[in-house]
Structure formats: C-alpha cells, structure tokens
C-alpha cells in the first residue's frame, strides 16, 4: 500500500529563516503529489501540486516544491517565512491513474515566531 | 455558498444516539470523500462515492454508514458511536480527471462522543 513520510513533526522557526519539510512517499509508479495547508481554525486548502510537466511546483504564497523521482521526494520549501505562515502542512499522494486513494501524511505543524 | 460546506459544525452525541453529517460540494464536481481526522495520525480515507456510487469504503466499522442521494450532497449517518471516535469529519469533492484529480475540503464536523 501506498505510504507517504513526512519527517518532522513539529517545526520552529525565526521570520525570514528558509523552510524545507520533507516528503516521501513509496508508490514506485506514475503519482500525484500535493501539499495542503490548514491553518488555525481554517480548513485544509491546496498550497501546489505535480501531476505532469516540470518537476519544480511553485504555488501559493511563495511555496514551491521539488518532485525527484529517483529520491521518492516532494519537498515543500520557502524561502522566507512569515508569521502568517504557521499551520500544519500536509504531504498527500494518489498512487496510479484512476486511483480515488488520497494518501496523506502525519502532518507538520509549522511555529513562525516574529 | 461555495466551495464545499459541512453542517453541523460541532456536534456532541451520547454513545446511543443516532445523528447525520451533511456535506454539500457547490463545485459541479463527481466524486465525493468522507475523512477523519484524529490528533497525532494521517487523515483517514473512510468512504468515496465517484458518480454517486461507492467505490471504496475502507474497512470502516459498521456504525459509520454514508449516503449519496446525489452528486452534490453526501451525508455521514452515525449510531452508536464510541468515545474513540471523536474527531474532526472532513467532506472533500474532486473532478475525475481534472488537474490531477485535486480534493477540495470543507471545514469539518468536529464530533464529541461521550
């Protein structure tokens, strides 16, 4: 079965530090990857996806993520963060076409301090 | 309204009560998901409806029981529930086939049972 990794549970950062949370996940075929962000009290909305083309994803917000097949990664990265940043960040893979399997990961939750 | 709406938005229940989610999807899409969402674990895939048939149910116990009278609504029927399941019920819809198949969410029901 499809599994997705994501390595850090909880992450702290300083306004304007770089961010990268790691992914990973196992399905060895064709995958959609996604990244979603819930905010407090938000529900959980789209940050960019890769289902074809150019593996570098840029997305909302100044997001932008790396699909590198051979490493079995999506990696969410930003180059500076802001306060408005914090929220928990969600890896999520389908697995094959046709597949309605949403595969999400544990979650990152995301501390910006100013 | 738009996008995808859930009612109620919290919901406490005894252990022998019987209750419903609703979820409405305002986006013309065809597939239809049921999640939980629990502290400290992955979002759970609990049912899909894709053209208002149930594709997967994935081994949810009996007590949960989805309906999909169409392809805009989906309701979440609760009986004699557990304490362990309390959680936040999060309703997504998707297009099939359309931009990698992207889940848009609505805020959740979050459920107390005591």
């Known amino acids: 079965a499809q599994s997705v990794s994501q390595h850090n549970h909880h992450v702290i950062l300083s306004e304007a530090a770089s961010l990268e949370l790691g992914c990973n996940y196992s399905?060895?075929?064709?995958?959609?990857l996604f990244w979603y962000v819930q905010y407090p009290g938000q529900h959980l909305q789209l940050l960019l996806k890769?289902?074809?083309?150019?593996?570098l994803v840029k997305g909302i917000k100044g997001f932008e993520a790396e699909f590198i097949k051979s490493k079995f990664s999506f990696n969410l990265r930003k180059p500076s963060v802001q306060w408005s940043d914090t929220a928990e960040y969600f890896c999520?893979?389908?697995?094959?076409?046709?597949?309605?399997?949403?595969?999400f990961g544990k979650g990152t939750k995301l501390s910006v301090i100013p | 309204e738009t996008g995808v709406t859930q009612t109620p938005r919290h919901l406490v229940m005894g252990m022998t009560n019987k209750k419903s989610l609703k979820c409405e999807q305002h986006?013309?899409?065809?597939?239809m998901y049921w999640y939980k969402q629990s502290a400290k674990k992955p979002l759970e895939l609990m049912f899909v409806?894709?053209?208002?048939?149930?594709?997967e149910n994935n081994s949810v116990p009996s007590r949960f029981s989805p309906e999909c009278p169409n392809s805009s609504h989906l309701f979440l029927h609760l009986h004699t529930l557990q304490p362990e399941d309390s959680a936040l019920y999060l309703c997504?819809?998707?297009?099939?086939?359309?931009?990698?198949?992207?889940?848009?969410f609505g805020p959740g029901t979050r459920l107390t049972v005591l």
């Open positions: 997504a819809s998707s297009q099939e086939g359309l931009a990698g198949n992207e889940q848009f």
């Open positions: 399905y060895g075929g064709t995958v959609n």
């Open positions: 999520a893979s389908y697995s094959g076409a046709g597949s309605y399997q949403l595969t």
């Open positions: 890769y289902f074809s083309g150019d593996p």
């Open positions: 409806y894709n053209f208002k048939e149930q594709t």
């Open positions: 986006l013309g899409h065809n597939a």
